[in-house]
């Protein structure tokens, strides 16, 4: 057993079974033995991301957070806030762009970088400390109260928000709950934890078949909502795999979308090593844009990263993918990585970027310039 596993049987037998939400919160976020509390080096053995294949993914990104500053009316101060910022990879990315290629941007930007790991947030503010030092970024723990003109971005971080398992049993919703007997956990149903789960689906219109299994993401629900709560103007840009209701809860999810990662593979053996590999279910974009309604933020659109990146990155042929003095070699493969990220086969299918504002008027974004 696992430190973690251990903690967890013994926390099972005082008080008994857990929500699978509490199960998967205390696998990824532990303090001292989640997932995400491990060295960084450790997840490149389990996954990688966008952000790990090129920097042409933050360079873009980059190119559409100046284009909603001028869309604001070129406010002095846009605070960009990218949760989740691990150790700060996709925020040098969009910093050494902004400097070097968009300078009245970069000069107005003060970039917030989240990350609720206090280690991986003291490598963030070691990686970012020449912008720091010039007054165009922060590394912090914990979300920004009020931000008054700006964006909340987020890349691969709803996914990995705490879910609740439900099962459509004798025509009502029962919970999945995690027991433990013997250092073995297992699952057992049991009556709902809170009626806010039977609201979720409700609310979406969505009623499950006989024996399917679900999720609720009630987090990422909260989350949104009060992101929209603590944004006063400007956009919530959110990139992550998933679906629209509709398609999230048909025939063919009839067993859920929680899947566990570990040695670049997928499976659904998700009791295997509590807090060392890790544990996703797919987004529903379908709640995040009616929560967020509930936090003042309206759905400017719901596209695929490769149209998203295409719309962006057509404007100038690409340019951003090159840096001076590439050799030709360094140029195809450069091309390469990019198809990686756009191809249907690749990223690009995958990956869905939700954008949703809070100001006056509707917003005209290149990167939704497909829709």
Known sequence: MTPLAELLAERIRRFGPITFAEYMRECLYHPVYGYYSQPEARKFADYYTSVDVHAIFGRLLARQFAEMREQLGRPREFRLV??????????????????????????????VAVERSPARCEQLAGRLARHAS????????????????????????????????????????????????????????????????????????????????????????????????????????????????????????????VLAYANHRASEDWFAAPGEQDLTAHVNFTALRLWGERGGL???????????????????????????????????????????????EGMGERFQVLVQQKSEASAKLTGLSGI
């Open 134 to 257: 010039r007054q165009h970024c922060e590394a912090r723990i914990d979300m920004p109260g009020k931000i008054e003109v700006g964006c909340v971005f987020s890349n691969e971080l709803l996914d990995a928000l705490p879910v609740h398992r439900v099962a459509q049993e004798n025509g009502a919703l029962r919970e999945i709950f995690v027991a433990s007997e013997g250092g073995n956990f297992s699952e057992v149903r049991l009556p709902l934890s809170t009626c806010a789960i039977s609201e979720y689906f409700a609310a979406q219109n969505i009623a499950l078949i006989e024996g399917q299994q679900a999720e609720a993401g009630l987090e990422a629900c909260d989350w949104i909502s009060e992101i929209g709560r603590r944004l006063e103007r400007g956009f919530v840009l959110t990139i992550d795999y998933g679906h629209e209701a509709a398609d999230l809860f048909d025939e063919h999810h009839m067993a859920g979308t």
């Open 298 to 344: 309206r759905t400017l659109g719901l596209v695929s990263q490769t149209a998203f990146l295409l719309a962006l990155g057509q404007r100038n042929e690409f340019a951003d993918l090159y840096d001076g003095g590439m050799s030709e070699a360094e140029r195809v493969r450069a091309r390469l990585q990019l198809k990686t990220l756009i191809y249907p």
């Open 82 to 111: 990218e949760a989740a910022a691990g150790t700060g990879r996709l925020a040098g990315q969009i910093l050494d762009f902004a400097e070097a290629q968009l300078p009245e941007f970069y000069g107005a930007l003060r970039y």
